[in-house]
């Protein structure tokens, strides 16, 4: 597309200087000739066609540009499609620490909580920002007397009450309930599987999630400009859903049918060894192992068993 602009730009371009150069050295036929022709422009045409190449060249040369241009005439969209398409890379590098196939159903809840989320902070961050100047950390230091230590620190102390509002408010009250209901819904789960989920995951998230993010918004309230904040939020977000995907991405073990699956391995592998460890057999059907690993393991526990009565 550029190669084609730019022989048309060329063509144009050559068509004006020979008008320019015919009316600056008299050619006055000429010159009347090419004035009326109406695919010779004039010399202001011809600078403005030498700034559209040099500015389209630059934008293509420049994802960076591109990208900042993007973030500029459509912020909500550009904000969504980046966080969509970072935290499906993010699950996906998650997926690939196990041997499982590629679970595609995981992938897009991720991909779609992202991306609902970003819209989430888009209209939320302004309204943190309006109402958090500060003043509620002044006034609790204030109140243990400590206020004065850090009445000139009130950007820092904005920065952190913005923080806290954001992982105190939003994300224990809408950031997890959607993450669990959406994610659940998209791969398959009821509501009873669904909360099984959310409280079985929901407390060690919860701390991951603090011990994460907290230096994170810190750093993003702080210091990265507005319209970039949410863009910053989605690249540190590849680590977060990565760490999200593997603690929790996967619902394997909350499906009823799942569960009635492996049990149903568990009957066939016990009729076909009747002297394995029916536990063993359930936990391992889970990493589908073959028999012959059960039956190993099996043997393992059975001589730790063995000496530990001996002792």
């Avoid at 730009?9 to 109406?38: C, D, Q, R, W």
């Avoid at 569960?259 to 391995?265: D, L, M, N, S």
């Avoid at 460890?277 to 192992?289: D, G």
Wanted: glycine share 6%; aromatic share 12%.
């Amino acid at each position: 597309y550029l190669t084609i602009k730019k022989l048309s730009i060329m063509k144009y371009l050559l068509l004006g200087a020979l008008y320019n150069v015919a009316t600056v050295s008299g050619f006055a036929g000429f010159a009347e000739m090419a004035a009326f022709h109406p695919s010779v422009p004039s010399m202001d045409a011809v600078n403005h066609a030498f700034t559209t190449l040099s500015v389209n060249e630059n934008v293509i040369n420049n994802p960076l540009e591109l990208y900042t241009n993007a973030l500029k005439e459509h912020p909500l969209i550009t904000k969504m499609i980046t966080g969509g398409v970072l935290a499906t890379c993010g699950d996906a590098i998650a997926q690939s620490q196990n041997e499982e196939a590629y679970d595609k159903r995981r992938a897009a809840s991720f991909g779609l909580f992202d991306t609902m989320y970003r819209a989430l902070q888009h209209a939320t961050f302004p309204i943190i920002v309006a109402e958090c100047h500060g003043q509620y950390m002044s006034g609790f230091l204030n109140s243990f007397g400590f206020g004065s230590l850090l009445a000139d620190q009130m950007n820092y102390m904005a920065a952190m009450e913005q923080t806290l509002a954001s992982q105190l408010g939003i994300v224990p009250f809408l950031y997890y309930p959607v993450f669990f209901a959406l994610t659940g819904f998209v791969q398959g789960l009821n509501k009873e599987e669904t909360i099984a989920r959310a409280k079985e995951n929901f407390i060690p998230l919860m701390k991951r999630n603090l011990l994460f993010w907290i230096p994170v918004q810190f750093v993003q309230f702080g210091y990265v400009p507005t319209d970039l904040q949410i863009p910053f939020l989605s690249v540190c977000g590849l680590c977060w859903t990565f760490i999200l995907s593997a603690s929790a991405g996967s619902v394997k073990g909350y499906s009823e049918d799942e569960v009635e699956e492996v049990i149903e391995i568990v009957t066939t592998q016990q009729q076909l060894f009747p002297t394995m460890n029916s536990t063993l057999v359930f936990e391992e059907a889970y990493c589908i192992s073959s028999p012959e690993e059960v039956m190993q393991k099996e043997e393992v526990m059975q001589k730790e068993e063995e000496y530990a009565s001996m002792r």
